[in-house]
Structure formats: C-alpha cells, structure tokens
C-alpha cells in the first residue's frame, strides 16, 4: 500500500522526534503492510517552517537509515502545506515539494485549519490550478464545519480539489463525527486517497488496513484497494520510478 501523507522525518515537525523514532516508524508501516511512503513534514507559517531544502536534508539522512538497517519502505519526501497567504511566494519561489502528478498537474497536499474552513479557500484554489497545481485537501473529516456540514466541501470538490482521509479516522479513532463525516465523504464519491497521517506509534501509527477494511464495508473491497494503491501510487509514481 501506497501512503502520502506521514511524518516520520527525523526532528523538523511533531512527527518523530529524532532518527530512532522515524525508524521505529517505518518498521511498524512495512509490518502493516505500506511498501511505499512520501514522508510530508508540516510548513505551516509561526510554527515549522521547512522548505524544499530543509526537508530534503532531513529526507536524505532517513534514507540513508532505511539502507543502513535494511528496512525494505520506499520513500520519497513531499509537504502538508497549511493555508495561508504566503503560498503564493512559496510557489514562485518553488520552495514547496509536490506530492507528484495528476493529469499534468502537479498535486499539493493543502491543510486547513481544524476549526473552519478560511475566508479566501476558494480563491487560493483557484489561483493554485491557474498555476496547474491541484490540491489534495488533508483530512476534511477533521475540520470541524465540514464535520458540522459535510457539504461545506463541495466548492471545493467542483473547483477541482482531491480529498484525502485519514485512515484511522475511517476505522473510528478520531471519534464518531469524525467517523460518519468520513462515511459520508466516501458515500458520496468524494474521496480520492485514505492516508496514516503517522505522527507516532502510541496514538497515530502509520497503518492503512484498518482504515481501508472500514471503507470496504461503505464502497465496496475493489474501491477500498483503490484508495490505497491505485489512486495514491498514479499521484506519487515519478518519486518511485522503476521502484513501484
Ligand atoms: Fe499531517
């Protein structure tokens, strides 16, 4: 299974606190079945500000580990971008790192705040696919007003936005607002990838499975695997090349 949303790089966000941790982490994601991860560390503006730079450095030294203990994860890096006006500058500085490609487009993982969905979304969306990037909006099931009123997505949804879910919030660990948010989401065709979002292994390991045998049980066995294969490994391809 392909996983695009994760934190396991080594000290640079609230993901793993140093190389050990990151390790422990891409252990418990082979042993659950994840054979291919972009590890995406937070930029998000006053509280982890990484680049393309500082994330790959830290890339490369996870890397390196993997070889050096023989832990079988293929990886490539990428970011989850939190809302905000700067991506405009980030963008043309090129300091953002993609998630990959959608027909043609390069594909951003783009973070909401928790709360509410901000005044200007529609329009930063908007000025994202005039620069043919797409973006792929992280866990809408957490955002309280989308939990509020699920339909609080489909604007984005008819702009052209992907959604993603968190698997474990499918399987019912992120509450059951959370849960039946995610239910409707993917009753309603609106889900394009389920993803760990793995911070840690005591209470956010990097596992899709539960999440996916979840979605099975409200779309059907051969859409779940497409959450987690097909979907995400089309999005990610060029980090893998001939590794896939
Ligand atoms: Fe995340």
Request: overall charge negative; aromatic content about 6%; some cysteine.
């Amino acid at each position: 299974m392909f996983d695009l949303h994760c934190h396991f790089l080594p000290g640079i966000d609230d993901g793993a606190k140093d190389i050990s941790e990151s390790l422990d982490l891409a252990c418990y994601a082979v042993k659950s079945g994840i054979t291919h991860a972009i590890l995406t560390p937070h930029i998000h503006q006053g509280r982890f500000h990484n680049d393309r730079l500082s994330i790959y450095e830290s890339f490369k030294v996870f890397q390196q580990a993997l070889l050096d203990n023989q832990i079988p994860l293929k990886v490539g890096f990428a970011a989850e971008v939190r809302i905000d006006h700067e991506i405009i500058d980030w963008v043309e500085q090129g300091i953002i790192p993609f998630l990959g490609r959608k027909q043609e487009q390069d594909v951003m993982l783009l973070e909401l705040p928790h709360s509410h969905i901000p005044a200007g979304t529609e329009n930063m969306v908007k000025w994202l696919l005039s620069k043919n990037i797409v973006p792929i909006i992280a866990h809408p099931e957490r955002n309280k007003e989308i939990m509020k009123e699920p339909r609080k997505i489909l604007p984005l949804y008819n702009l052209g936005c992907l959604f993603q879910l968190t698997a474990g919030a499918v399987a019912g660990n992120f509450g059951d607002v959370s849960r039946s948010t995610a239910e409707d989401l993917l009753k309603n065709g609106l889900v394009h990838i389920l993803a760990s979002d793995a911070h840690n292994l005591k209470h956010r390991p990097p596992e899709l499975e539960p999440g996916r045998i979840a979605a099975e049980k409200i779309i059907g066995e051969s859409a779940s695997w497409d959450l987690v294969i097909s979907n995400p490994r089309t999005i990610a391809e060029q980090h893998f090349n001939d590794r896939l």
